[in-house]
């Protein structure tokens, strides 16, 4: 929550001195603050902490106290009975050590008065060190720690989740961000266009007053004008669908998204002999391999899964502990309340120790084996999920490498083309002032510079797009340190390089 915290001051101080229009990393900006999907991924991330806490709780000292009076009145004849006062107090520590060693010290005050016989009270202390090594089931790290360990993979597994998602939202925000650049670019060709038709009609009407031109080319050109009206009206309601769209995916509600300025960078730009030939294909592979989160979180999770299959297979062991606890004992004639403590360091006639061996033995022992068949299901899982994902990556990034290829390519001859049409355009111009060619020729010519126009838009977001997917498929698209990692304006703009995350 913290990286989430940190960009909802960035967006702050980008509201307070915003440009006019709406750069992409600012729409980044603020889909990682208002998305509901990457605050989701961020309390997994948060409850996997959390379950990563628990998990080390077993390895916490413990400490025991207990302090209990009884008063008991215990009948020996029809006429007598014996009356005993005890004041007990216990205090001790169990602490379990990541190896499967375990330690309980402990300390027993107890003193005894028996009210009858009309003696003093007596005071006694016992030291005990408890010291229990399992032998079988229990010992090592491997068997002790798994769930401390399978947890800390699980953690850095969500981490990977969050950041995957990320990606995703970054992808998607981004594509629709260039939609709507389009769908603005589209609508100014439109526009332009509407303005030319507007300008020759009005030409029109001035030579037809002069008798220069006969009335009845005045319909063509109506019918040109109405056309690119019809067409301008189609572009606006095209790029008001896409600004909904746009602020749809980023999080916004109605009013944020009806005052949401229109996009101001440019598309990105990438020349053909830029991008990387066919053979360079493997190494985007394995690219996206090393880099992409998604495979990254699975081997983590299978990581997790052999920890907790080692820890299954010793839970098939019996339980056989050596323990071992040394001591000692004191004794005292009670005195005041400072005396009750004295046991413990006068009267001690010498140490004692005690050894055992405690075996415990499932007889049939299901549970033990019924957690190994989970867990290596669960492993045959993790591993054809890995396999999957190493068979898409192969699939997706050539396709993704390729379509930059030909995007680039194409939005090169669309240029071309828009540049050879604006001379046509220029020189049936002044061919009609020669008199050498007519309005429809003219007109026709114009038609032809719009579509190449329309062309060279669609084909300039055709190549932004290819780049987002080439950069997510390869796992460049989130970048940096941090559990959401980073983003700035390259990696959705280049071509990924071969470089460290």
């Known amino acids: 929550m913290s990286v989430l915290l940190a960009l909802s001051c960035g967006v702050a101080a980008l509201a307070q001195d915003a440009p006019p229009g709406l750069t992409l990393m600012d729409a980044v900006r603020l889909t990682l603050v208002h998305d509901p999907n990457v605050a989701i991924e961020a309390a997994r991330v948060d409850s996997a902490r959390g379950a990563l806490l628990i998990a080390s709780g077993i390895f916490d000292p413990v ?32 602490e379990l050590f990541r190896t499967g060693l375990q330690l309980e010290p402990q300390i027993l005050l107890d003193r005894a008065q028996d009210a009858g016989a ?38 850095a597994a969500t981490e990977l989740d969050l950041r995957q998602t990320v990606a995703q939202r970054v992808r998607t925000v981004a594509s629709q961000y260039w939609q709507m650049r389009a769908a603005a670019n589209n609508l100014e060709v439109l526009r332009v266009n509407e303005g030319s038709a507007r300008e020759l009609l009005a030409n029109t009407r001035k030579l037809i007053q002069a008798d220069q031109v006969p009335a009845a080319d005045l319909v063509q050109l109506e019918a040109s004008l109405a056309s690119a009206e019809s067409a301008r009206i189609g572009g606006e309601r095209d790029l008001f669908g896409q600004r909904q769209g746009l602020g749809r995916e980023i999080g916004l509600d109605p009013a944020e998204i009806a005052a949401l300025p229109f996009p101001s960078d440019p598309f990105p730009a990438v020349r053909p002999e830029e991008v990387p030939p066919p053979p360079q294909v493997p190494r985007f592979i394995a690219l996206a391999l090393r880099h992409r989160a998604d495979v990254e979180a699975a081997r983590q999770r299978e990581t997790g899964l052999e920890i907790q299959r080692r820890a299954a297979e010793n839970a098939l062991l019996p339980q056989l502990d050596l323990i071992f606890t040394p001591g000692y004992s004191g004794i005292a004639d009670a005195g005041n309340a400072a005396g009750f403590f004295s046991p413990l360091v006068r009267n001690i006639p010498g140490a004692g120790a005690t050894a055992a061996l405690a075996l415990s033995l499932p007889i049939l022992n299901r549970n033990a084996r019924g ?65 050498t060619s007519t309005l429809l020729d003219l007109i026709t010519q114009r038609d032809r ?17 290819s780049l987002l997917e080439l950069r997510f498929q390869t796992g460049t698209l989130v970048e940096g340190g941090g559990a959401a990692g980073e983003v700035d304006l390259a990696h959705l703009t280049t071509l990924p390089r071969e470089e460290a995350r």
């Not at 400490?63 to 216990?90: F, G, M, W, Y």
């Not at 068979?391 to 939005?411: N, S």
């Not at 510079?449 to 797009?465: F, G, I, K, P, S």
């Open 63 to 94: 400490v025991v106290s207990r302090l209990s009076q009884a008063n008991t009145r215990v009948p020996k004849t029809l006429s007598t009975h014996q009356d005993t006062r005890i004041l007990e107090s216990t205090f001790g520590v169990t």
């Open 371 to 435: 957690t190994l068949l989970q867990i290596d299901a669960a492993r045959r899982q993790g591993l054809l999920a890995v396999d999957l994902l190493a068979k898409g990556i192969g699939a997706d990034v050539p396709a993704a490498l390729d379509a930059v290829g030909r995007d680039a390519l194409q939005l090169a001859k669309a240029r071309e083309a828009v540049g050879l049409f604006e001379r046509t355009v220029a020189n049936e111009e002044k061919k009609l002032k020669g008199g």
């Open 449 to 465: 510079l719009v579509a190449a126009r329309q062309t060279e838009v669609a084909a300039e977001l055709a190549l932004a797009l």
């Open 118 to 155: 009309g003696t003093g009270a007596v005071d006694t202390g016992t030291v005990t060190f408890q010291i229990r090594q399992p032998l079988l089931r229990g010992r090592g790290r491997a068997a002790v720690q798994a769930g401390e360990l399978s947890a800390q993979r699980e953690v």
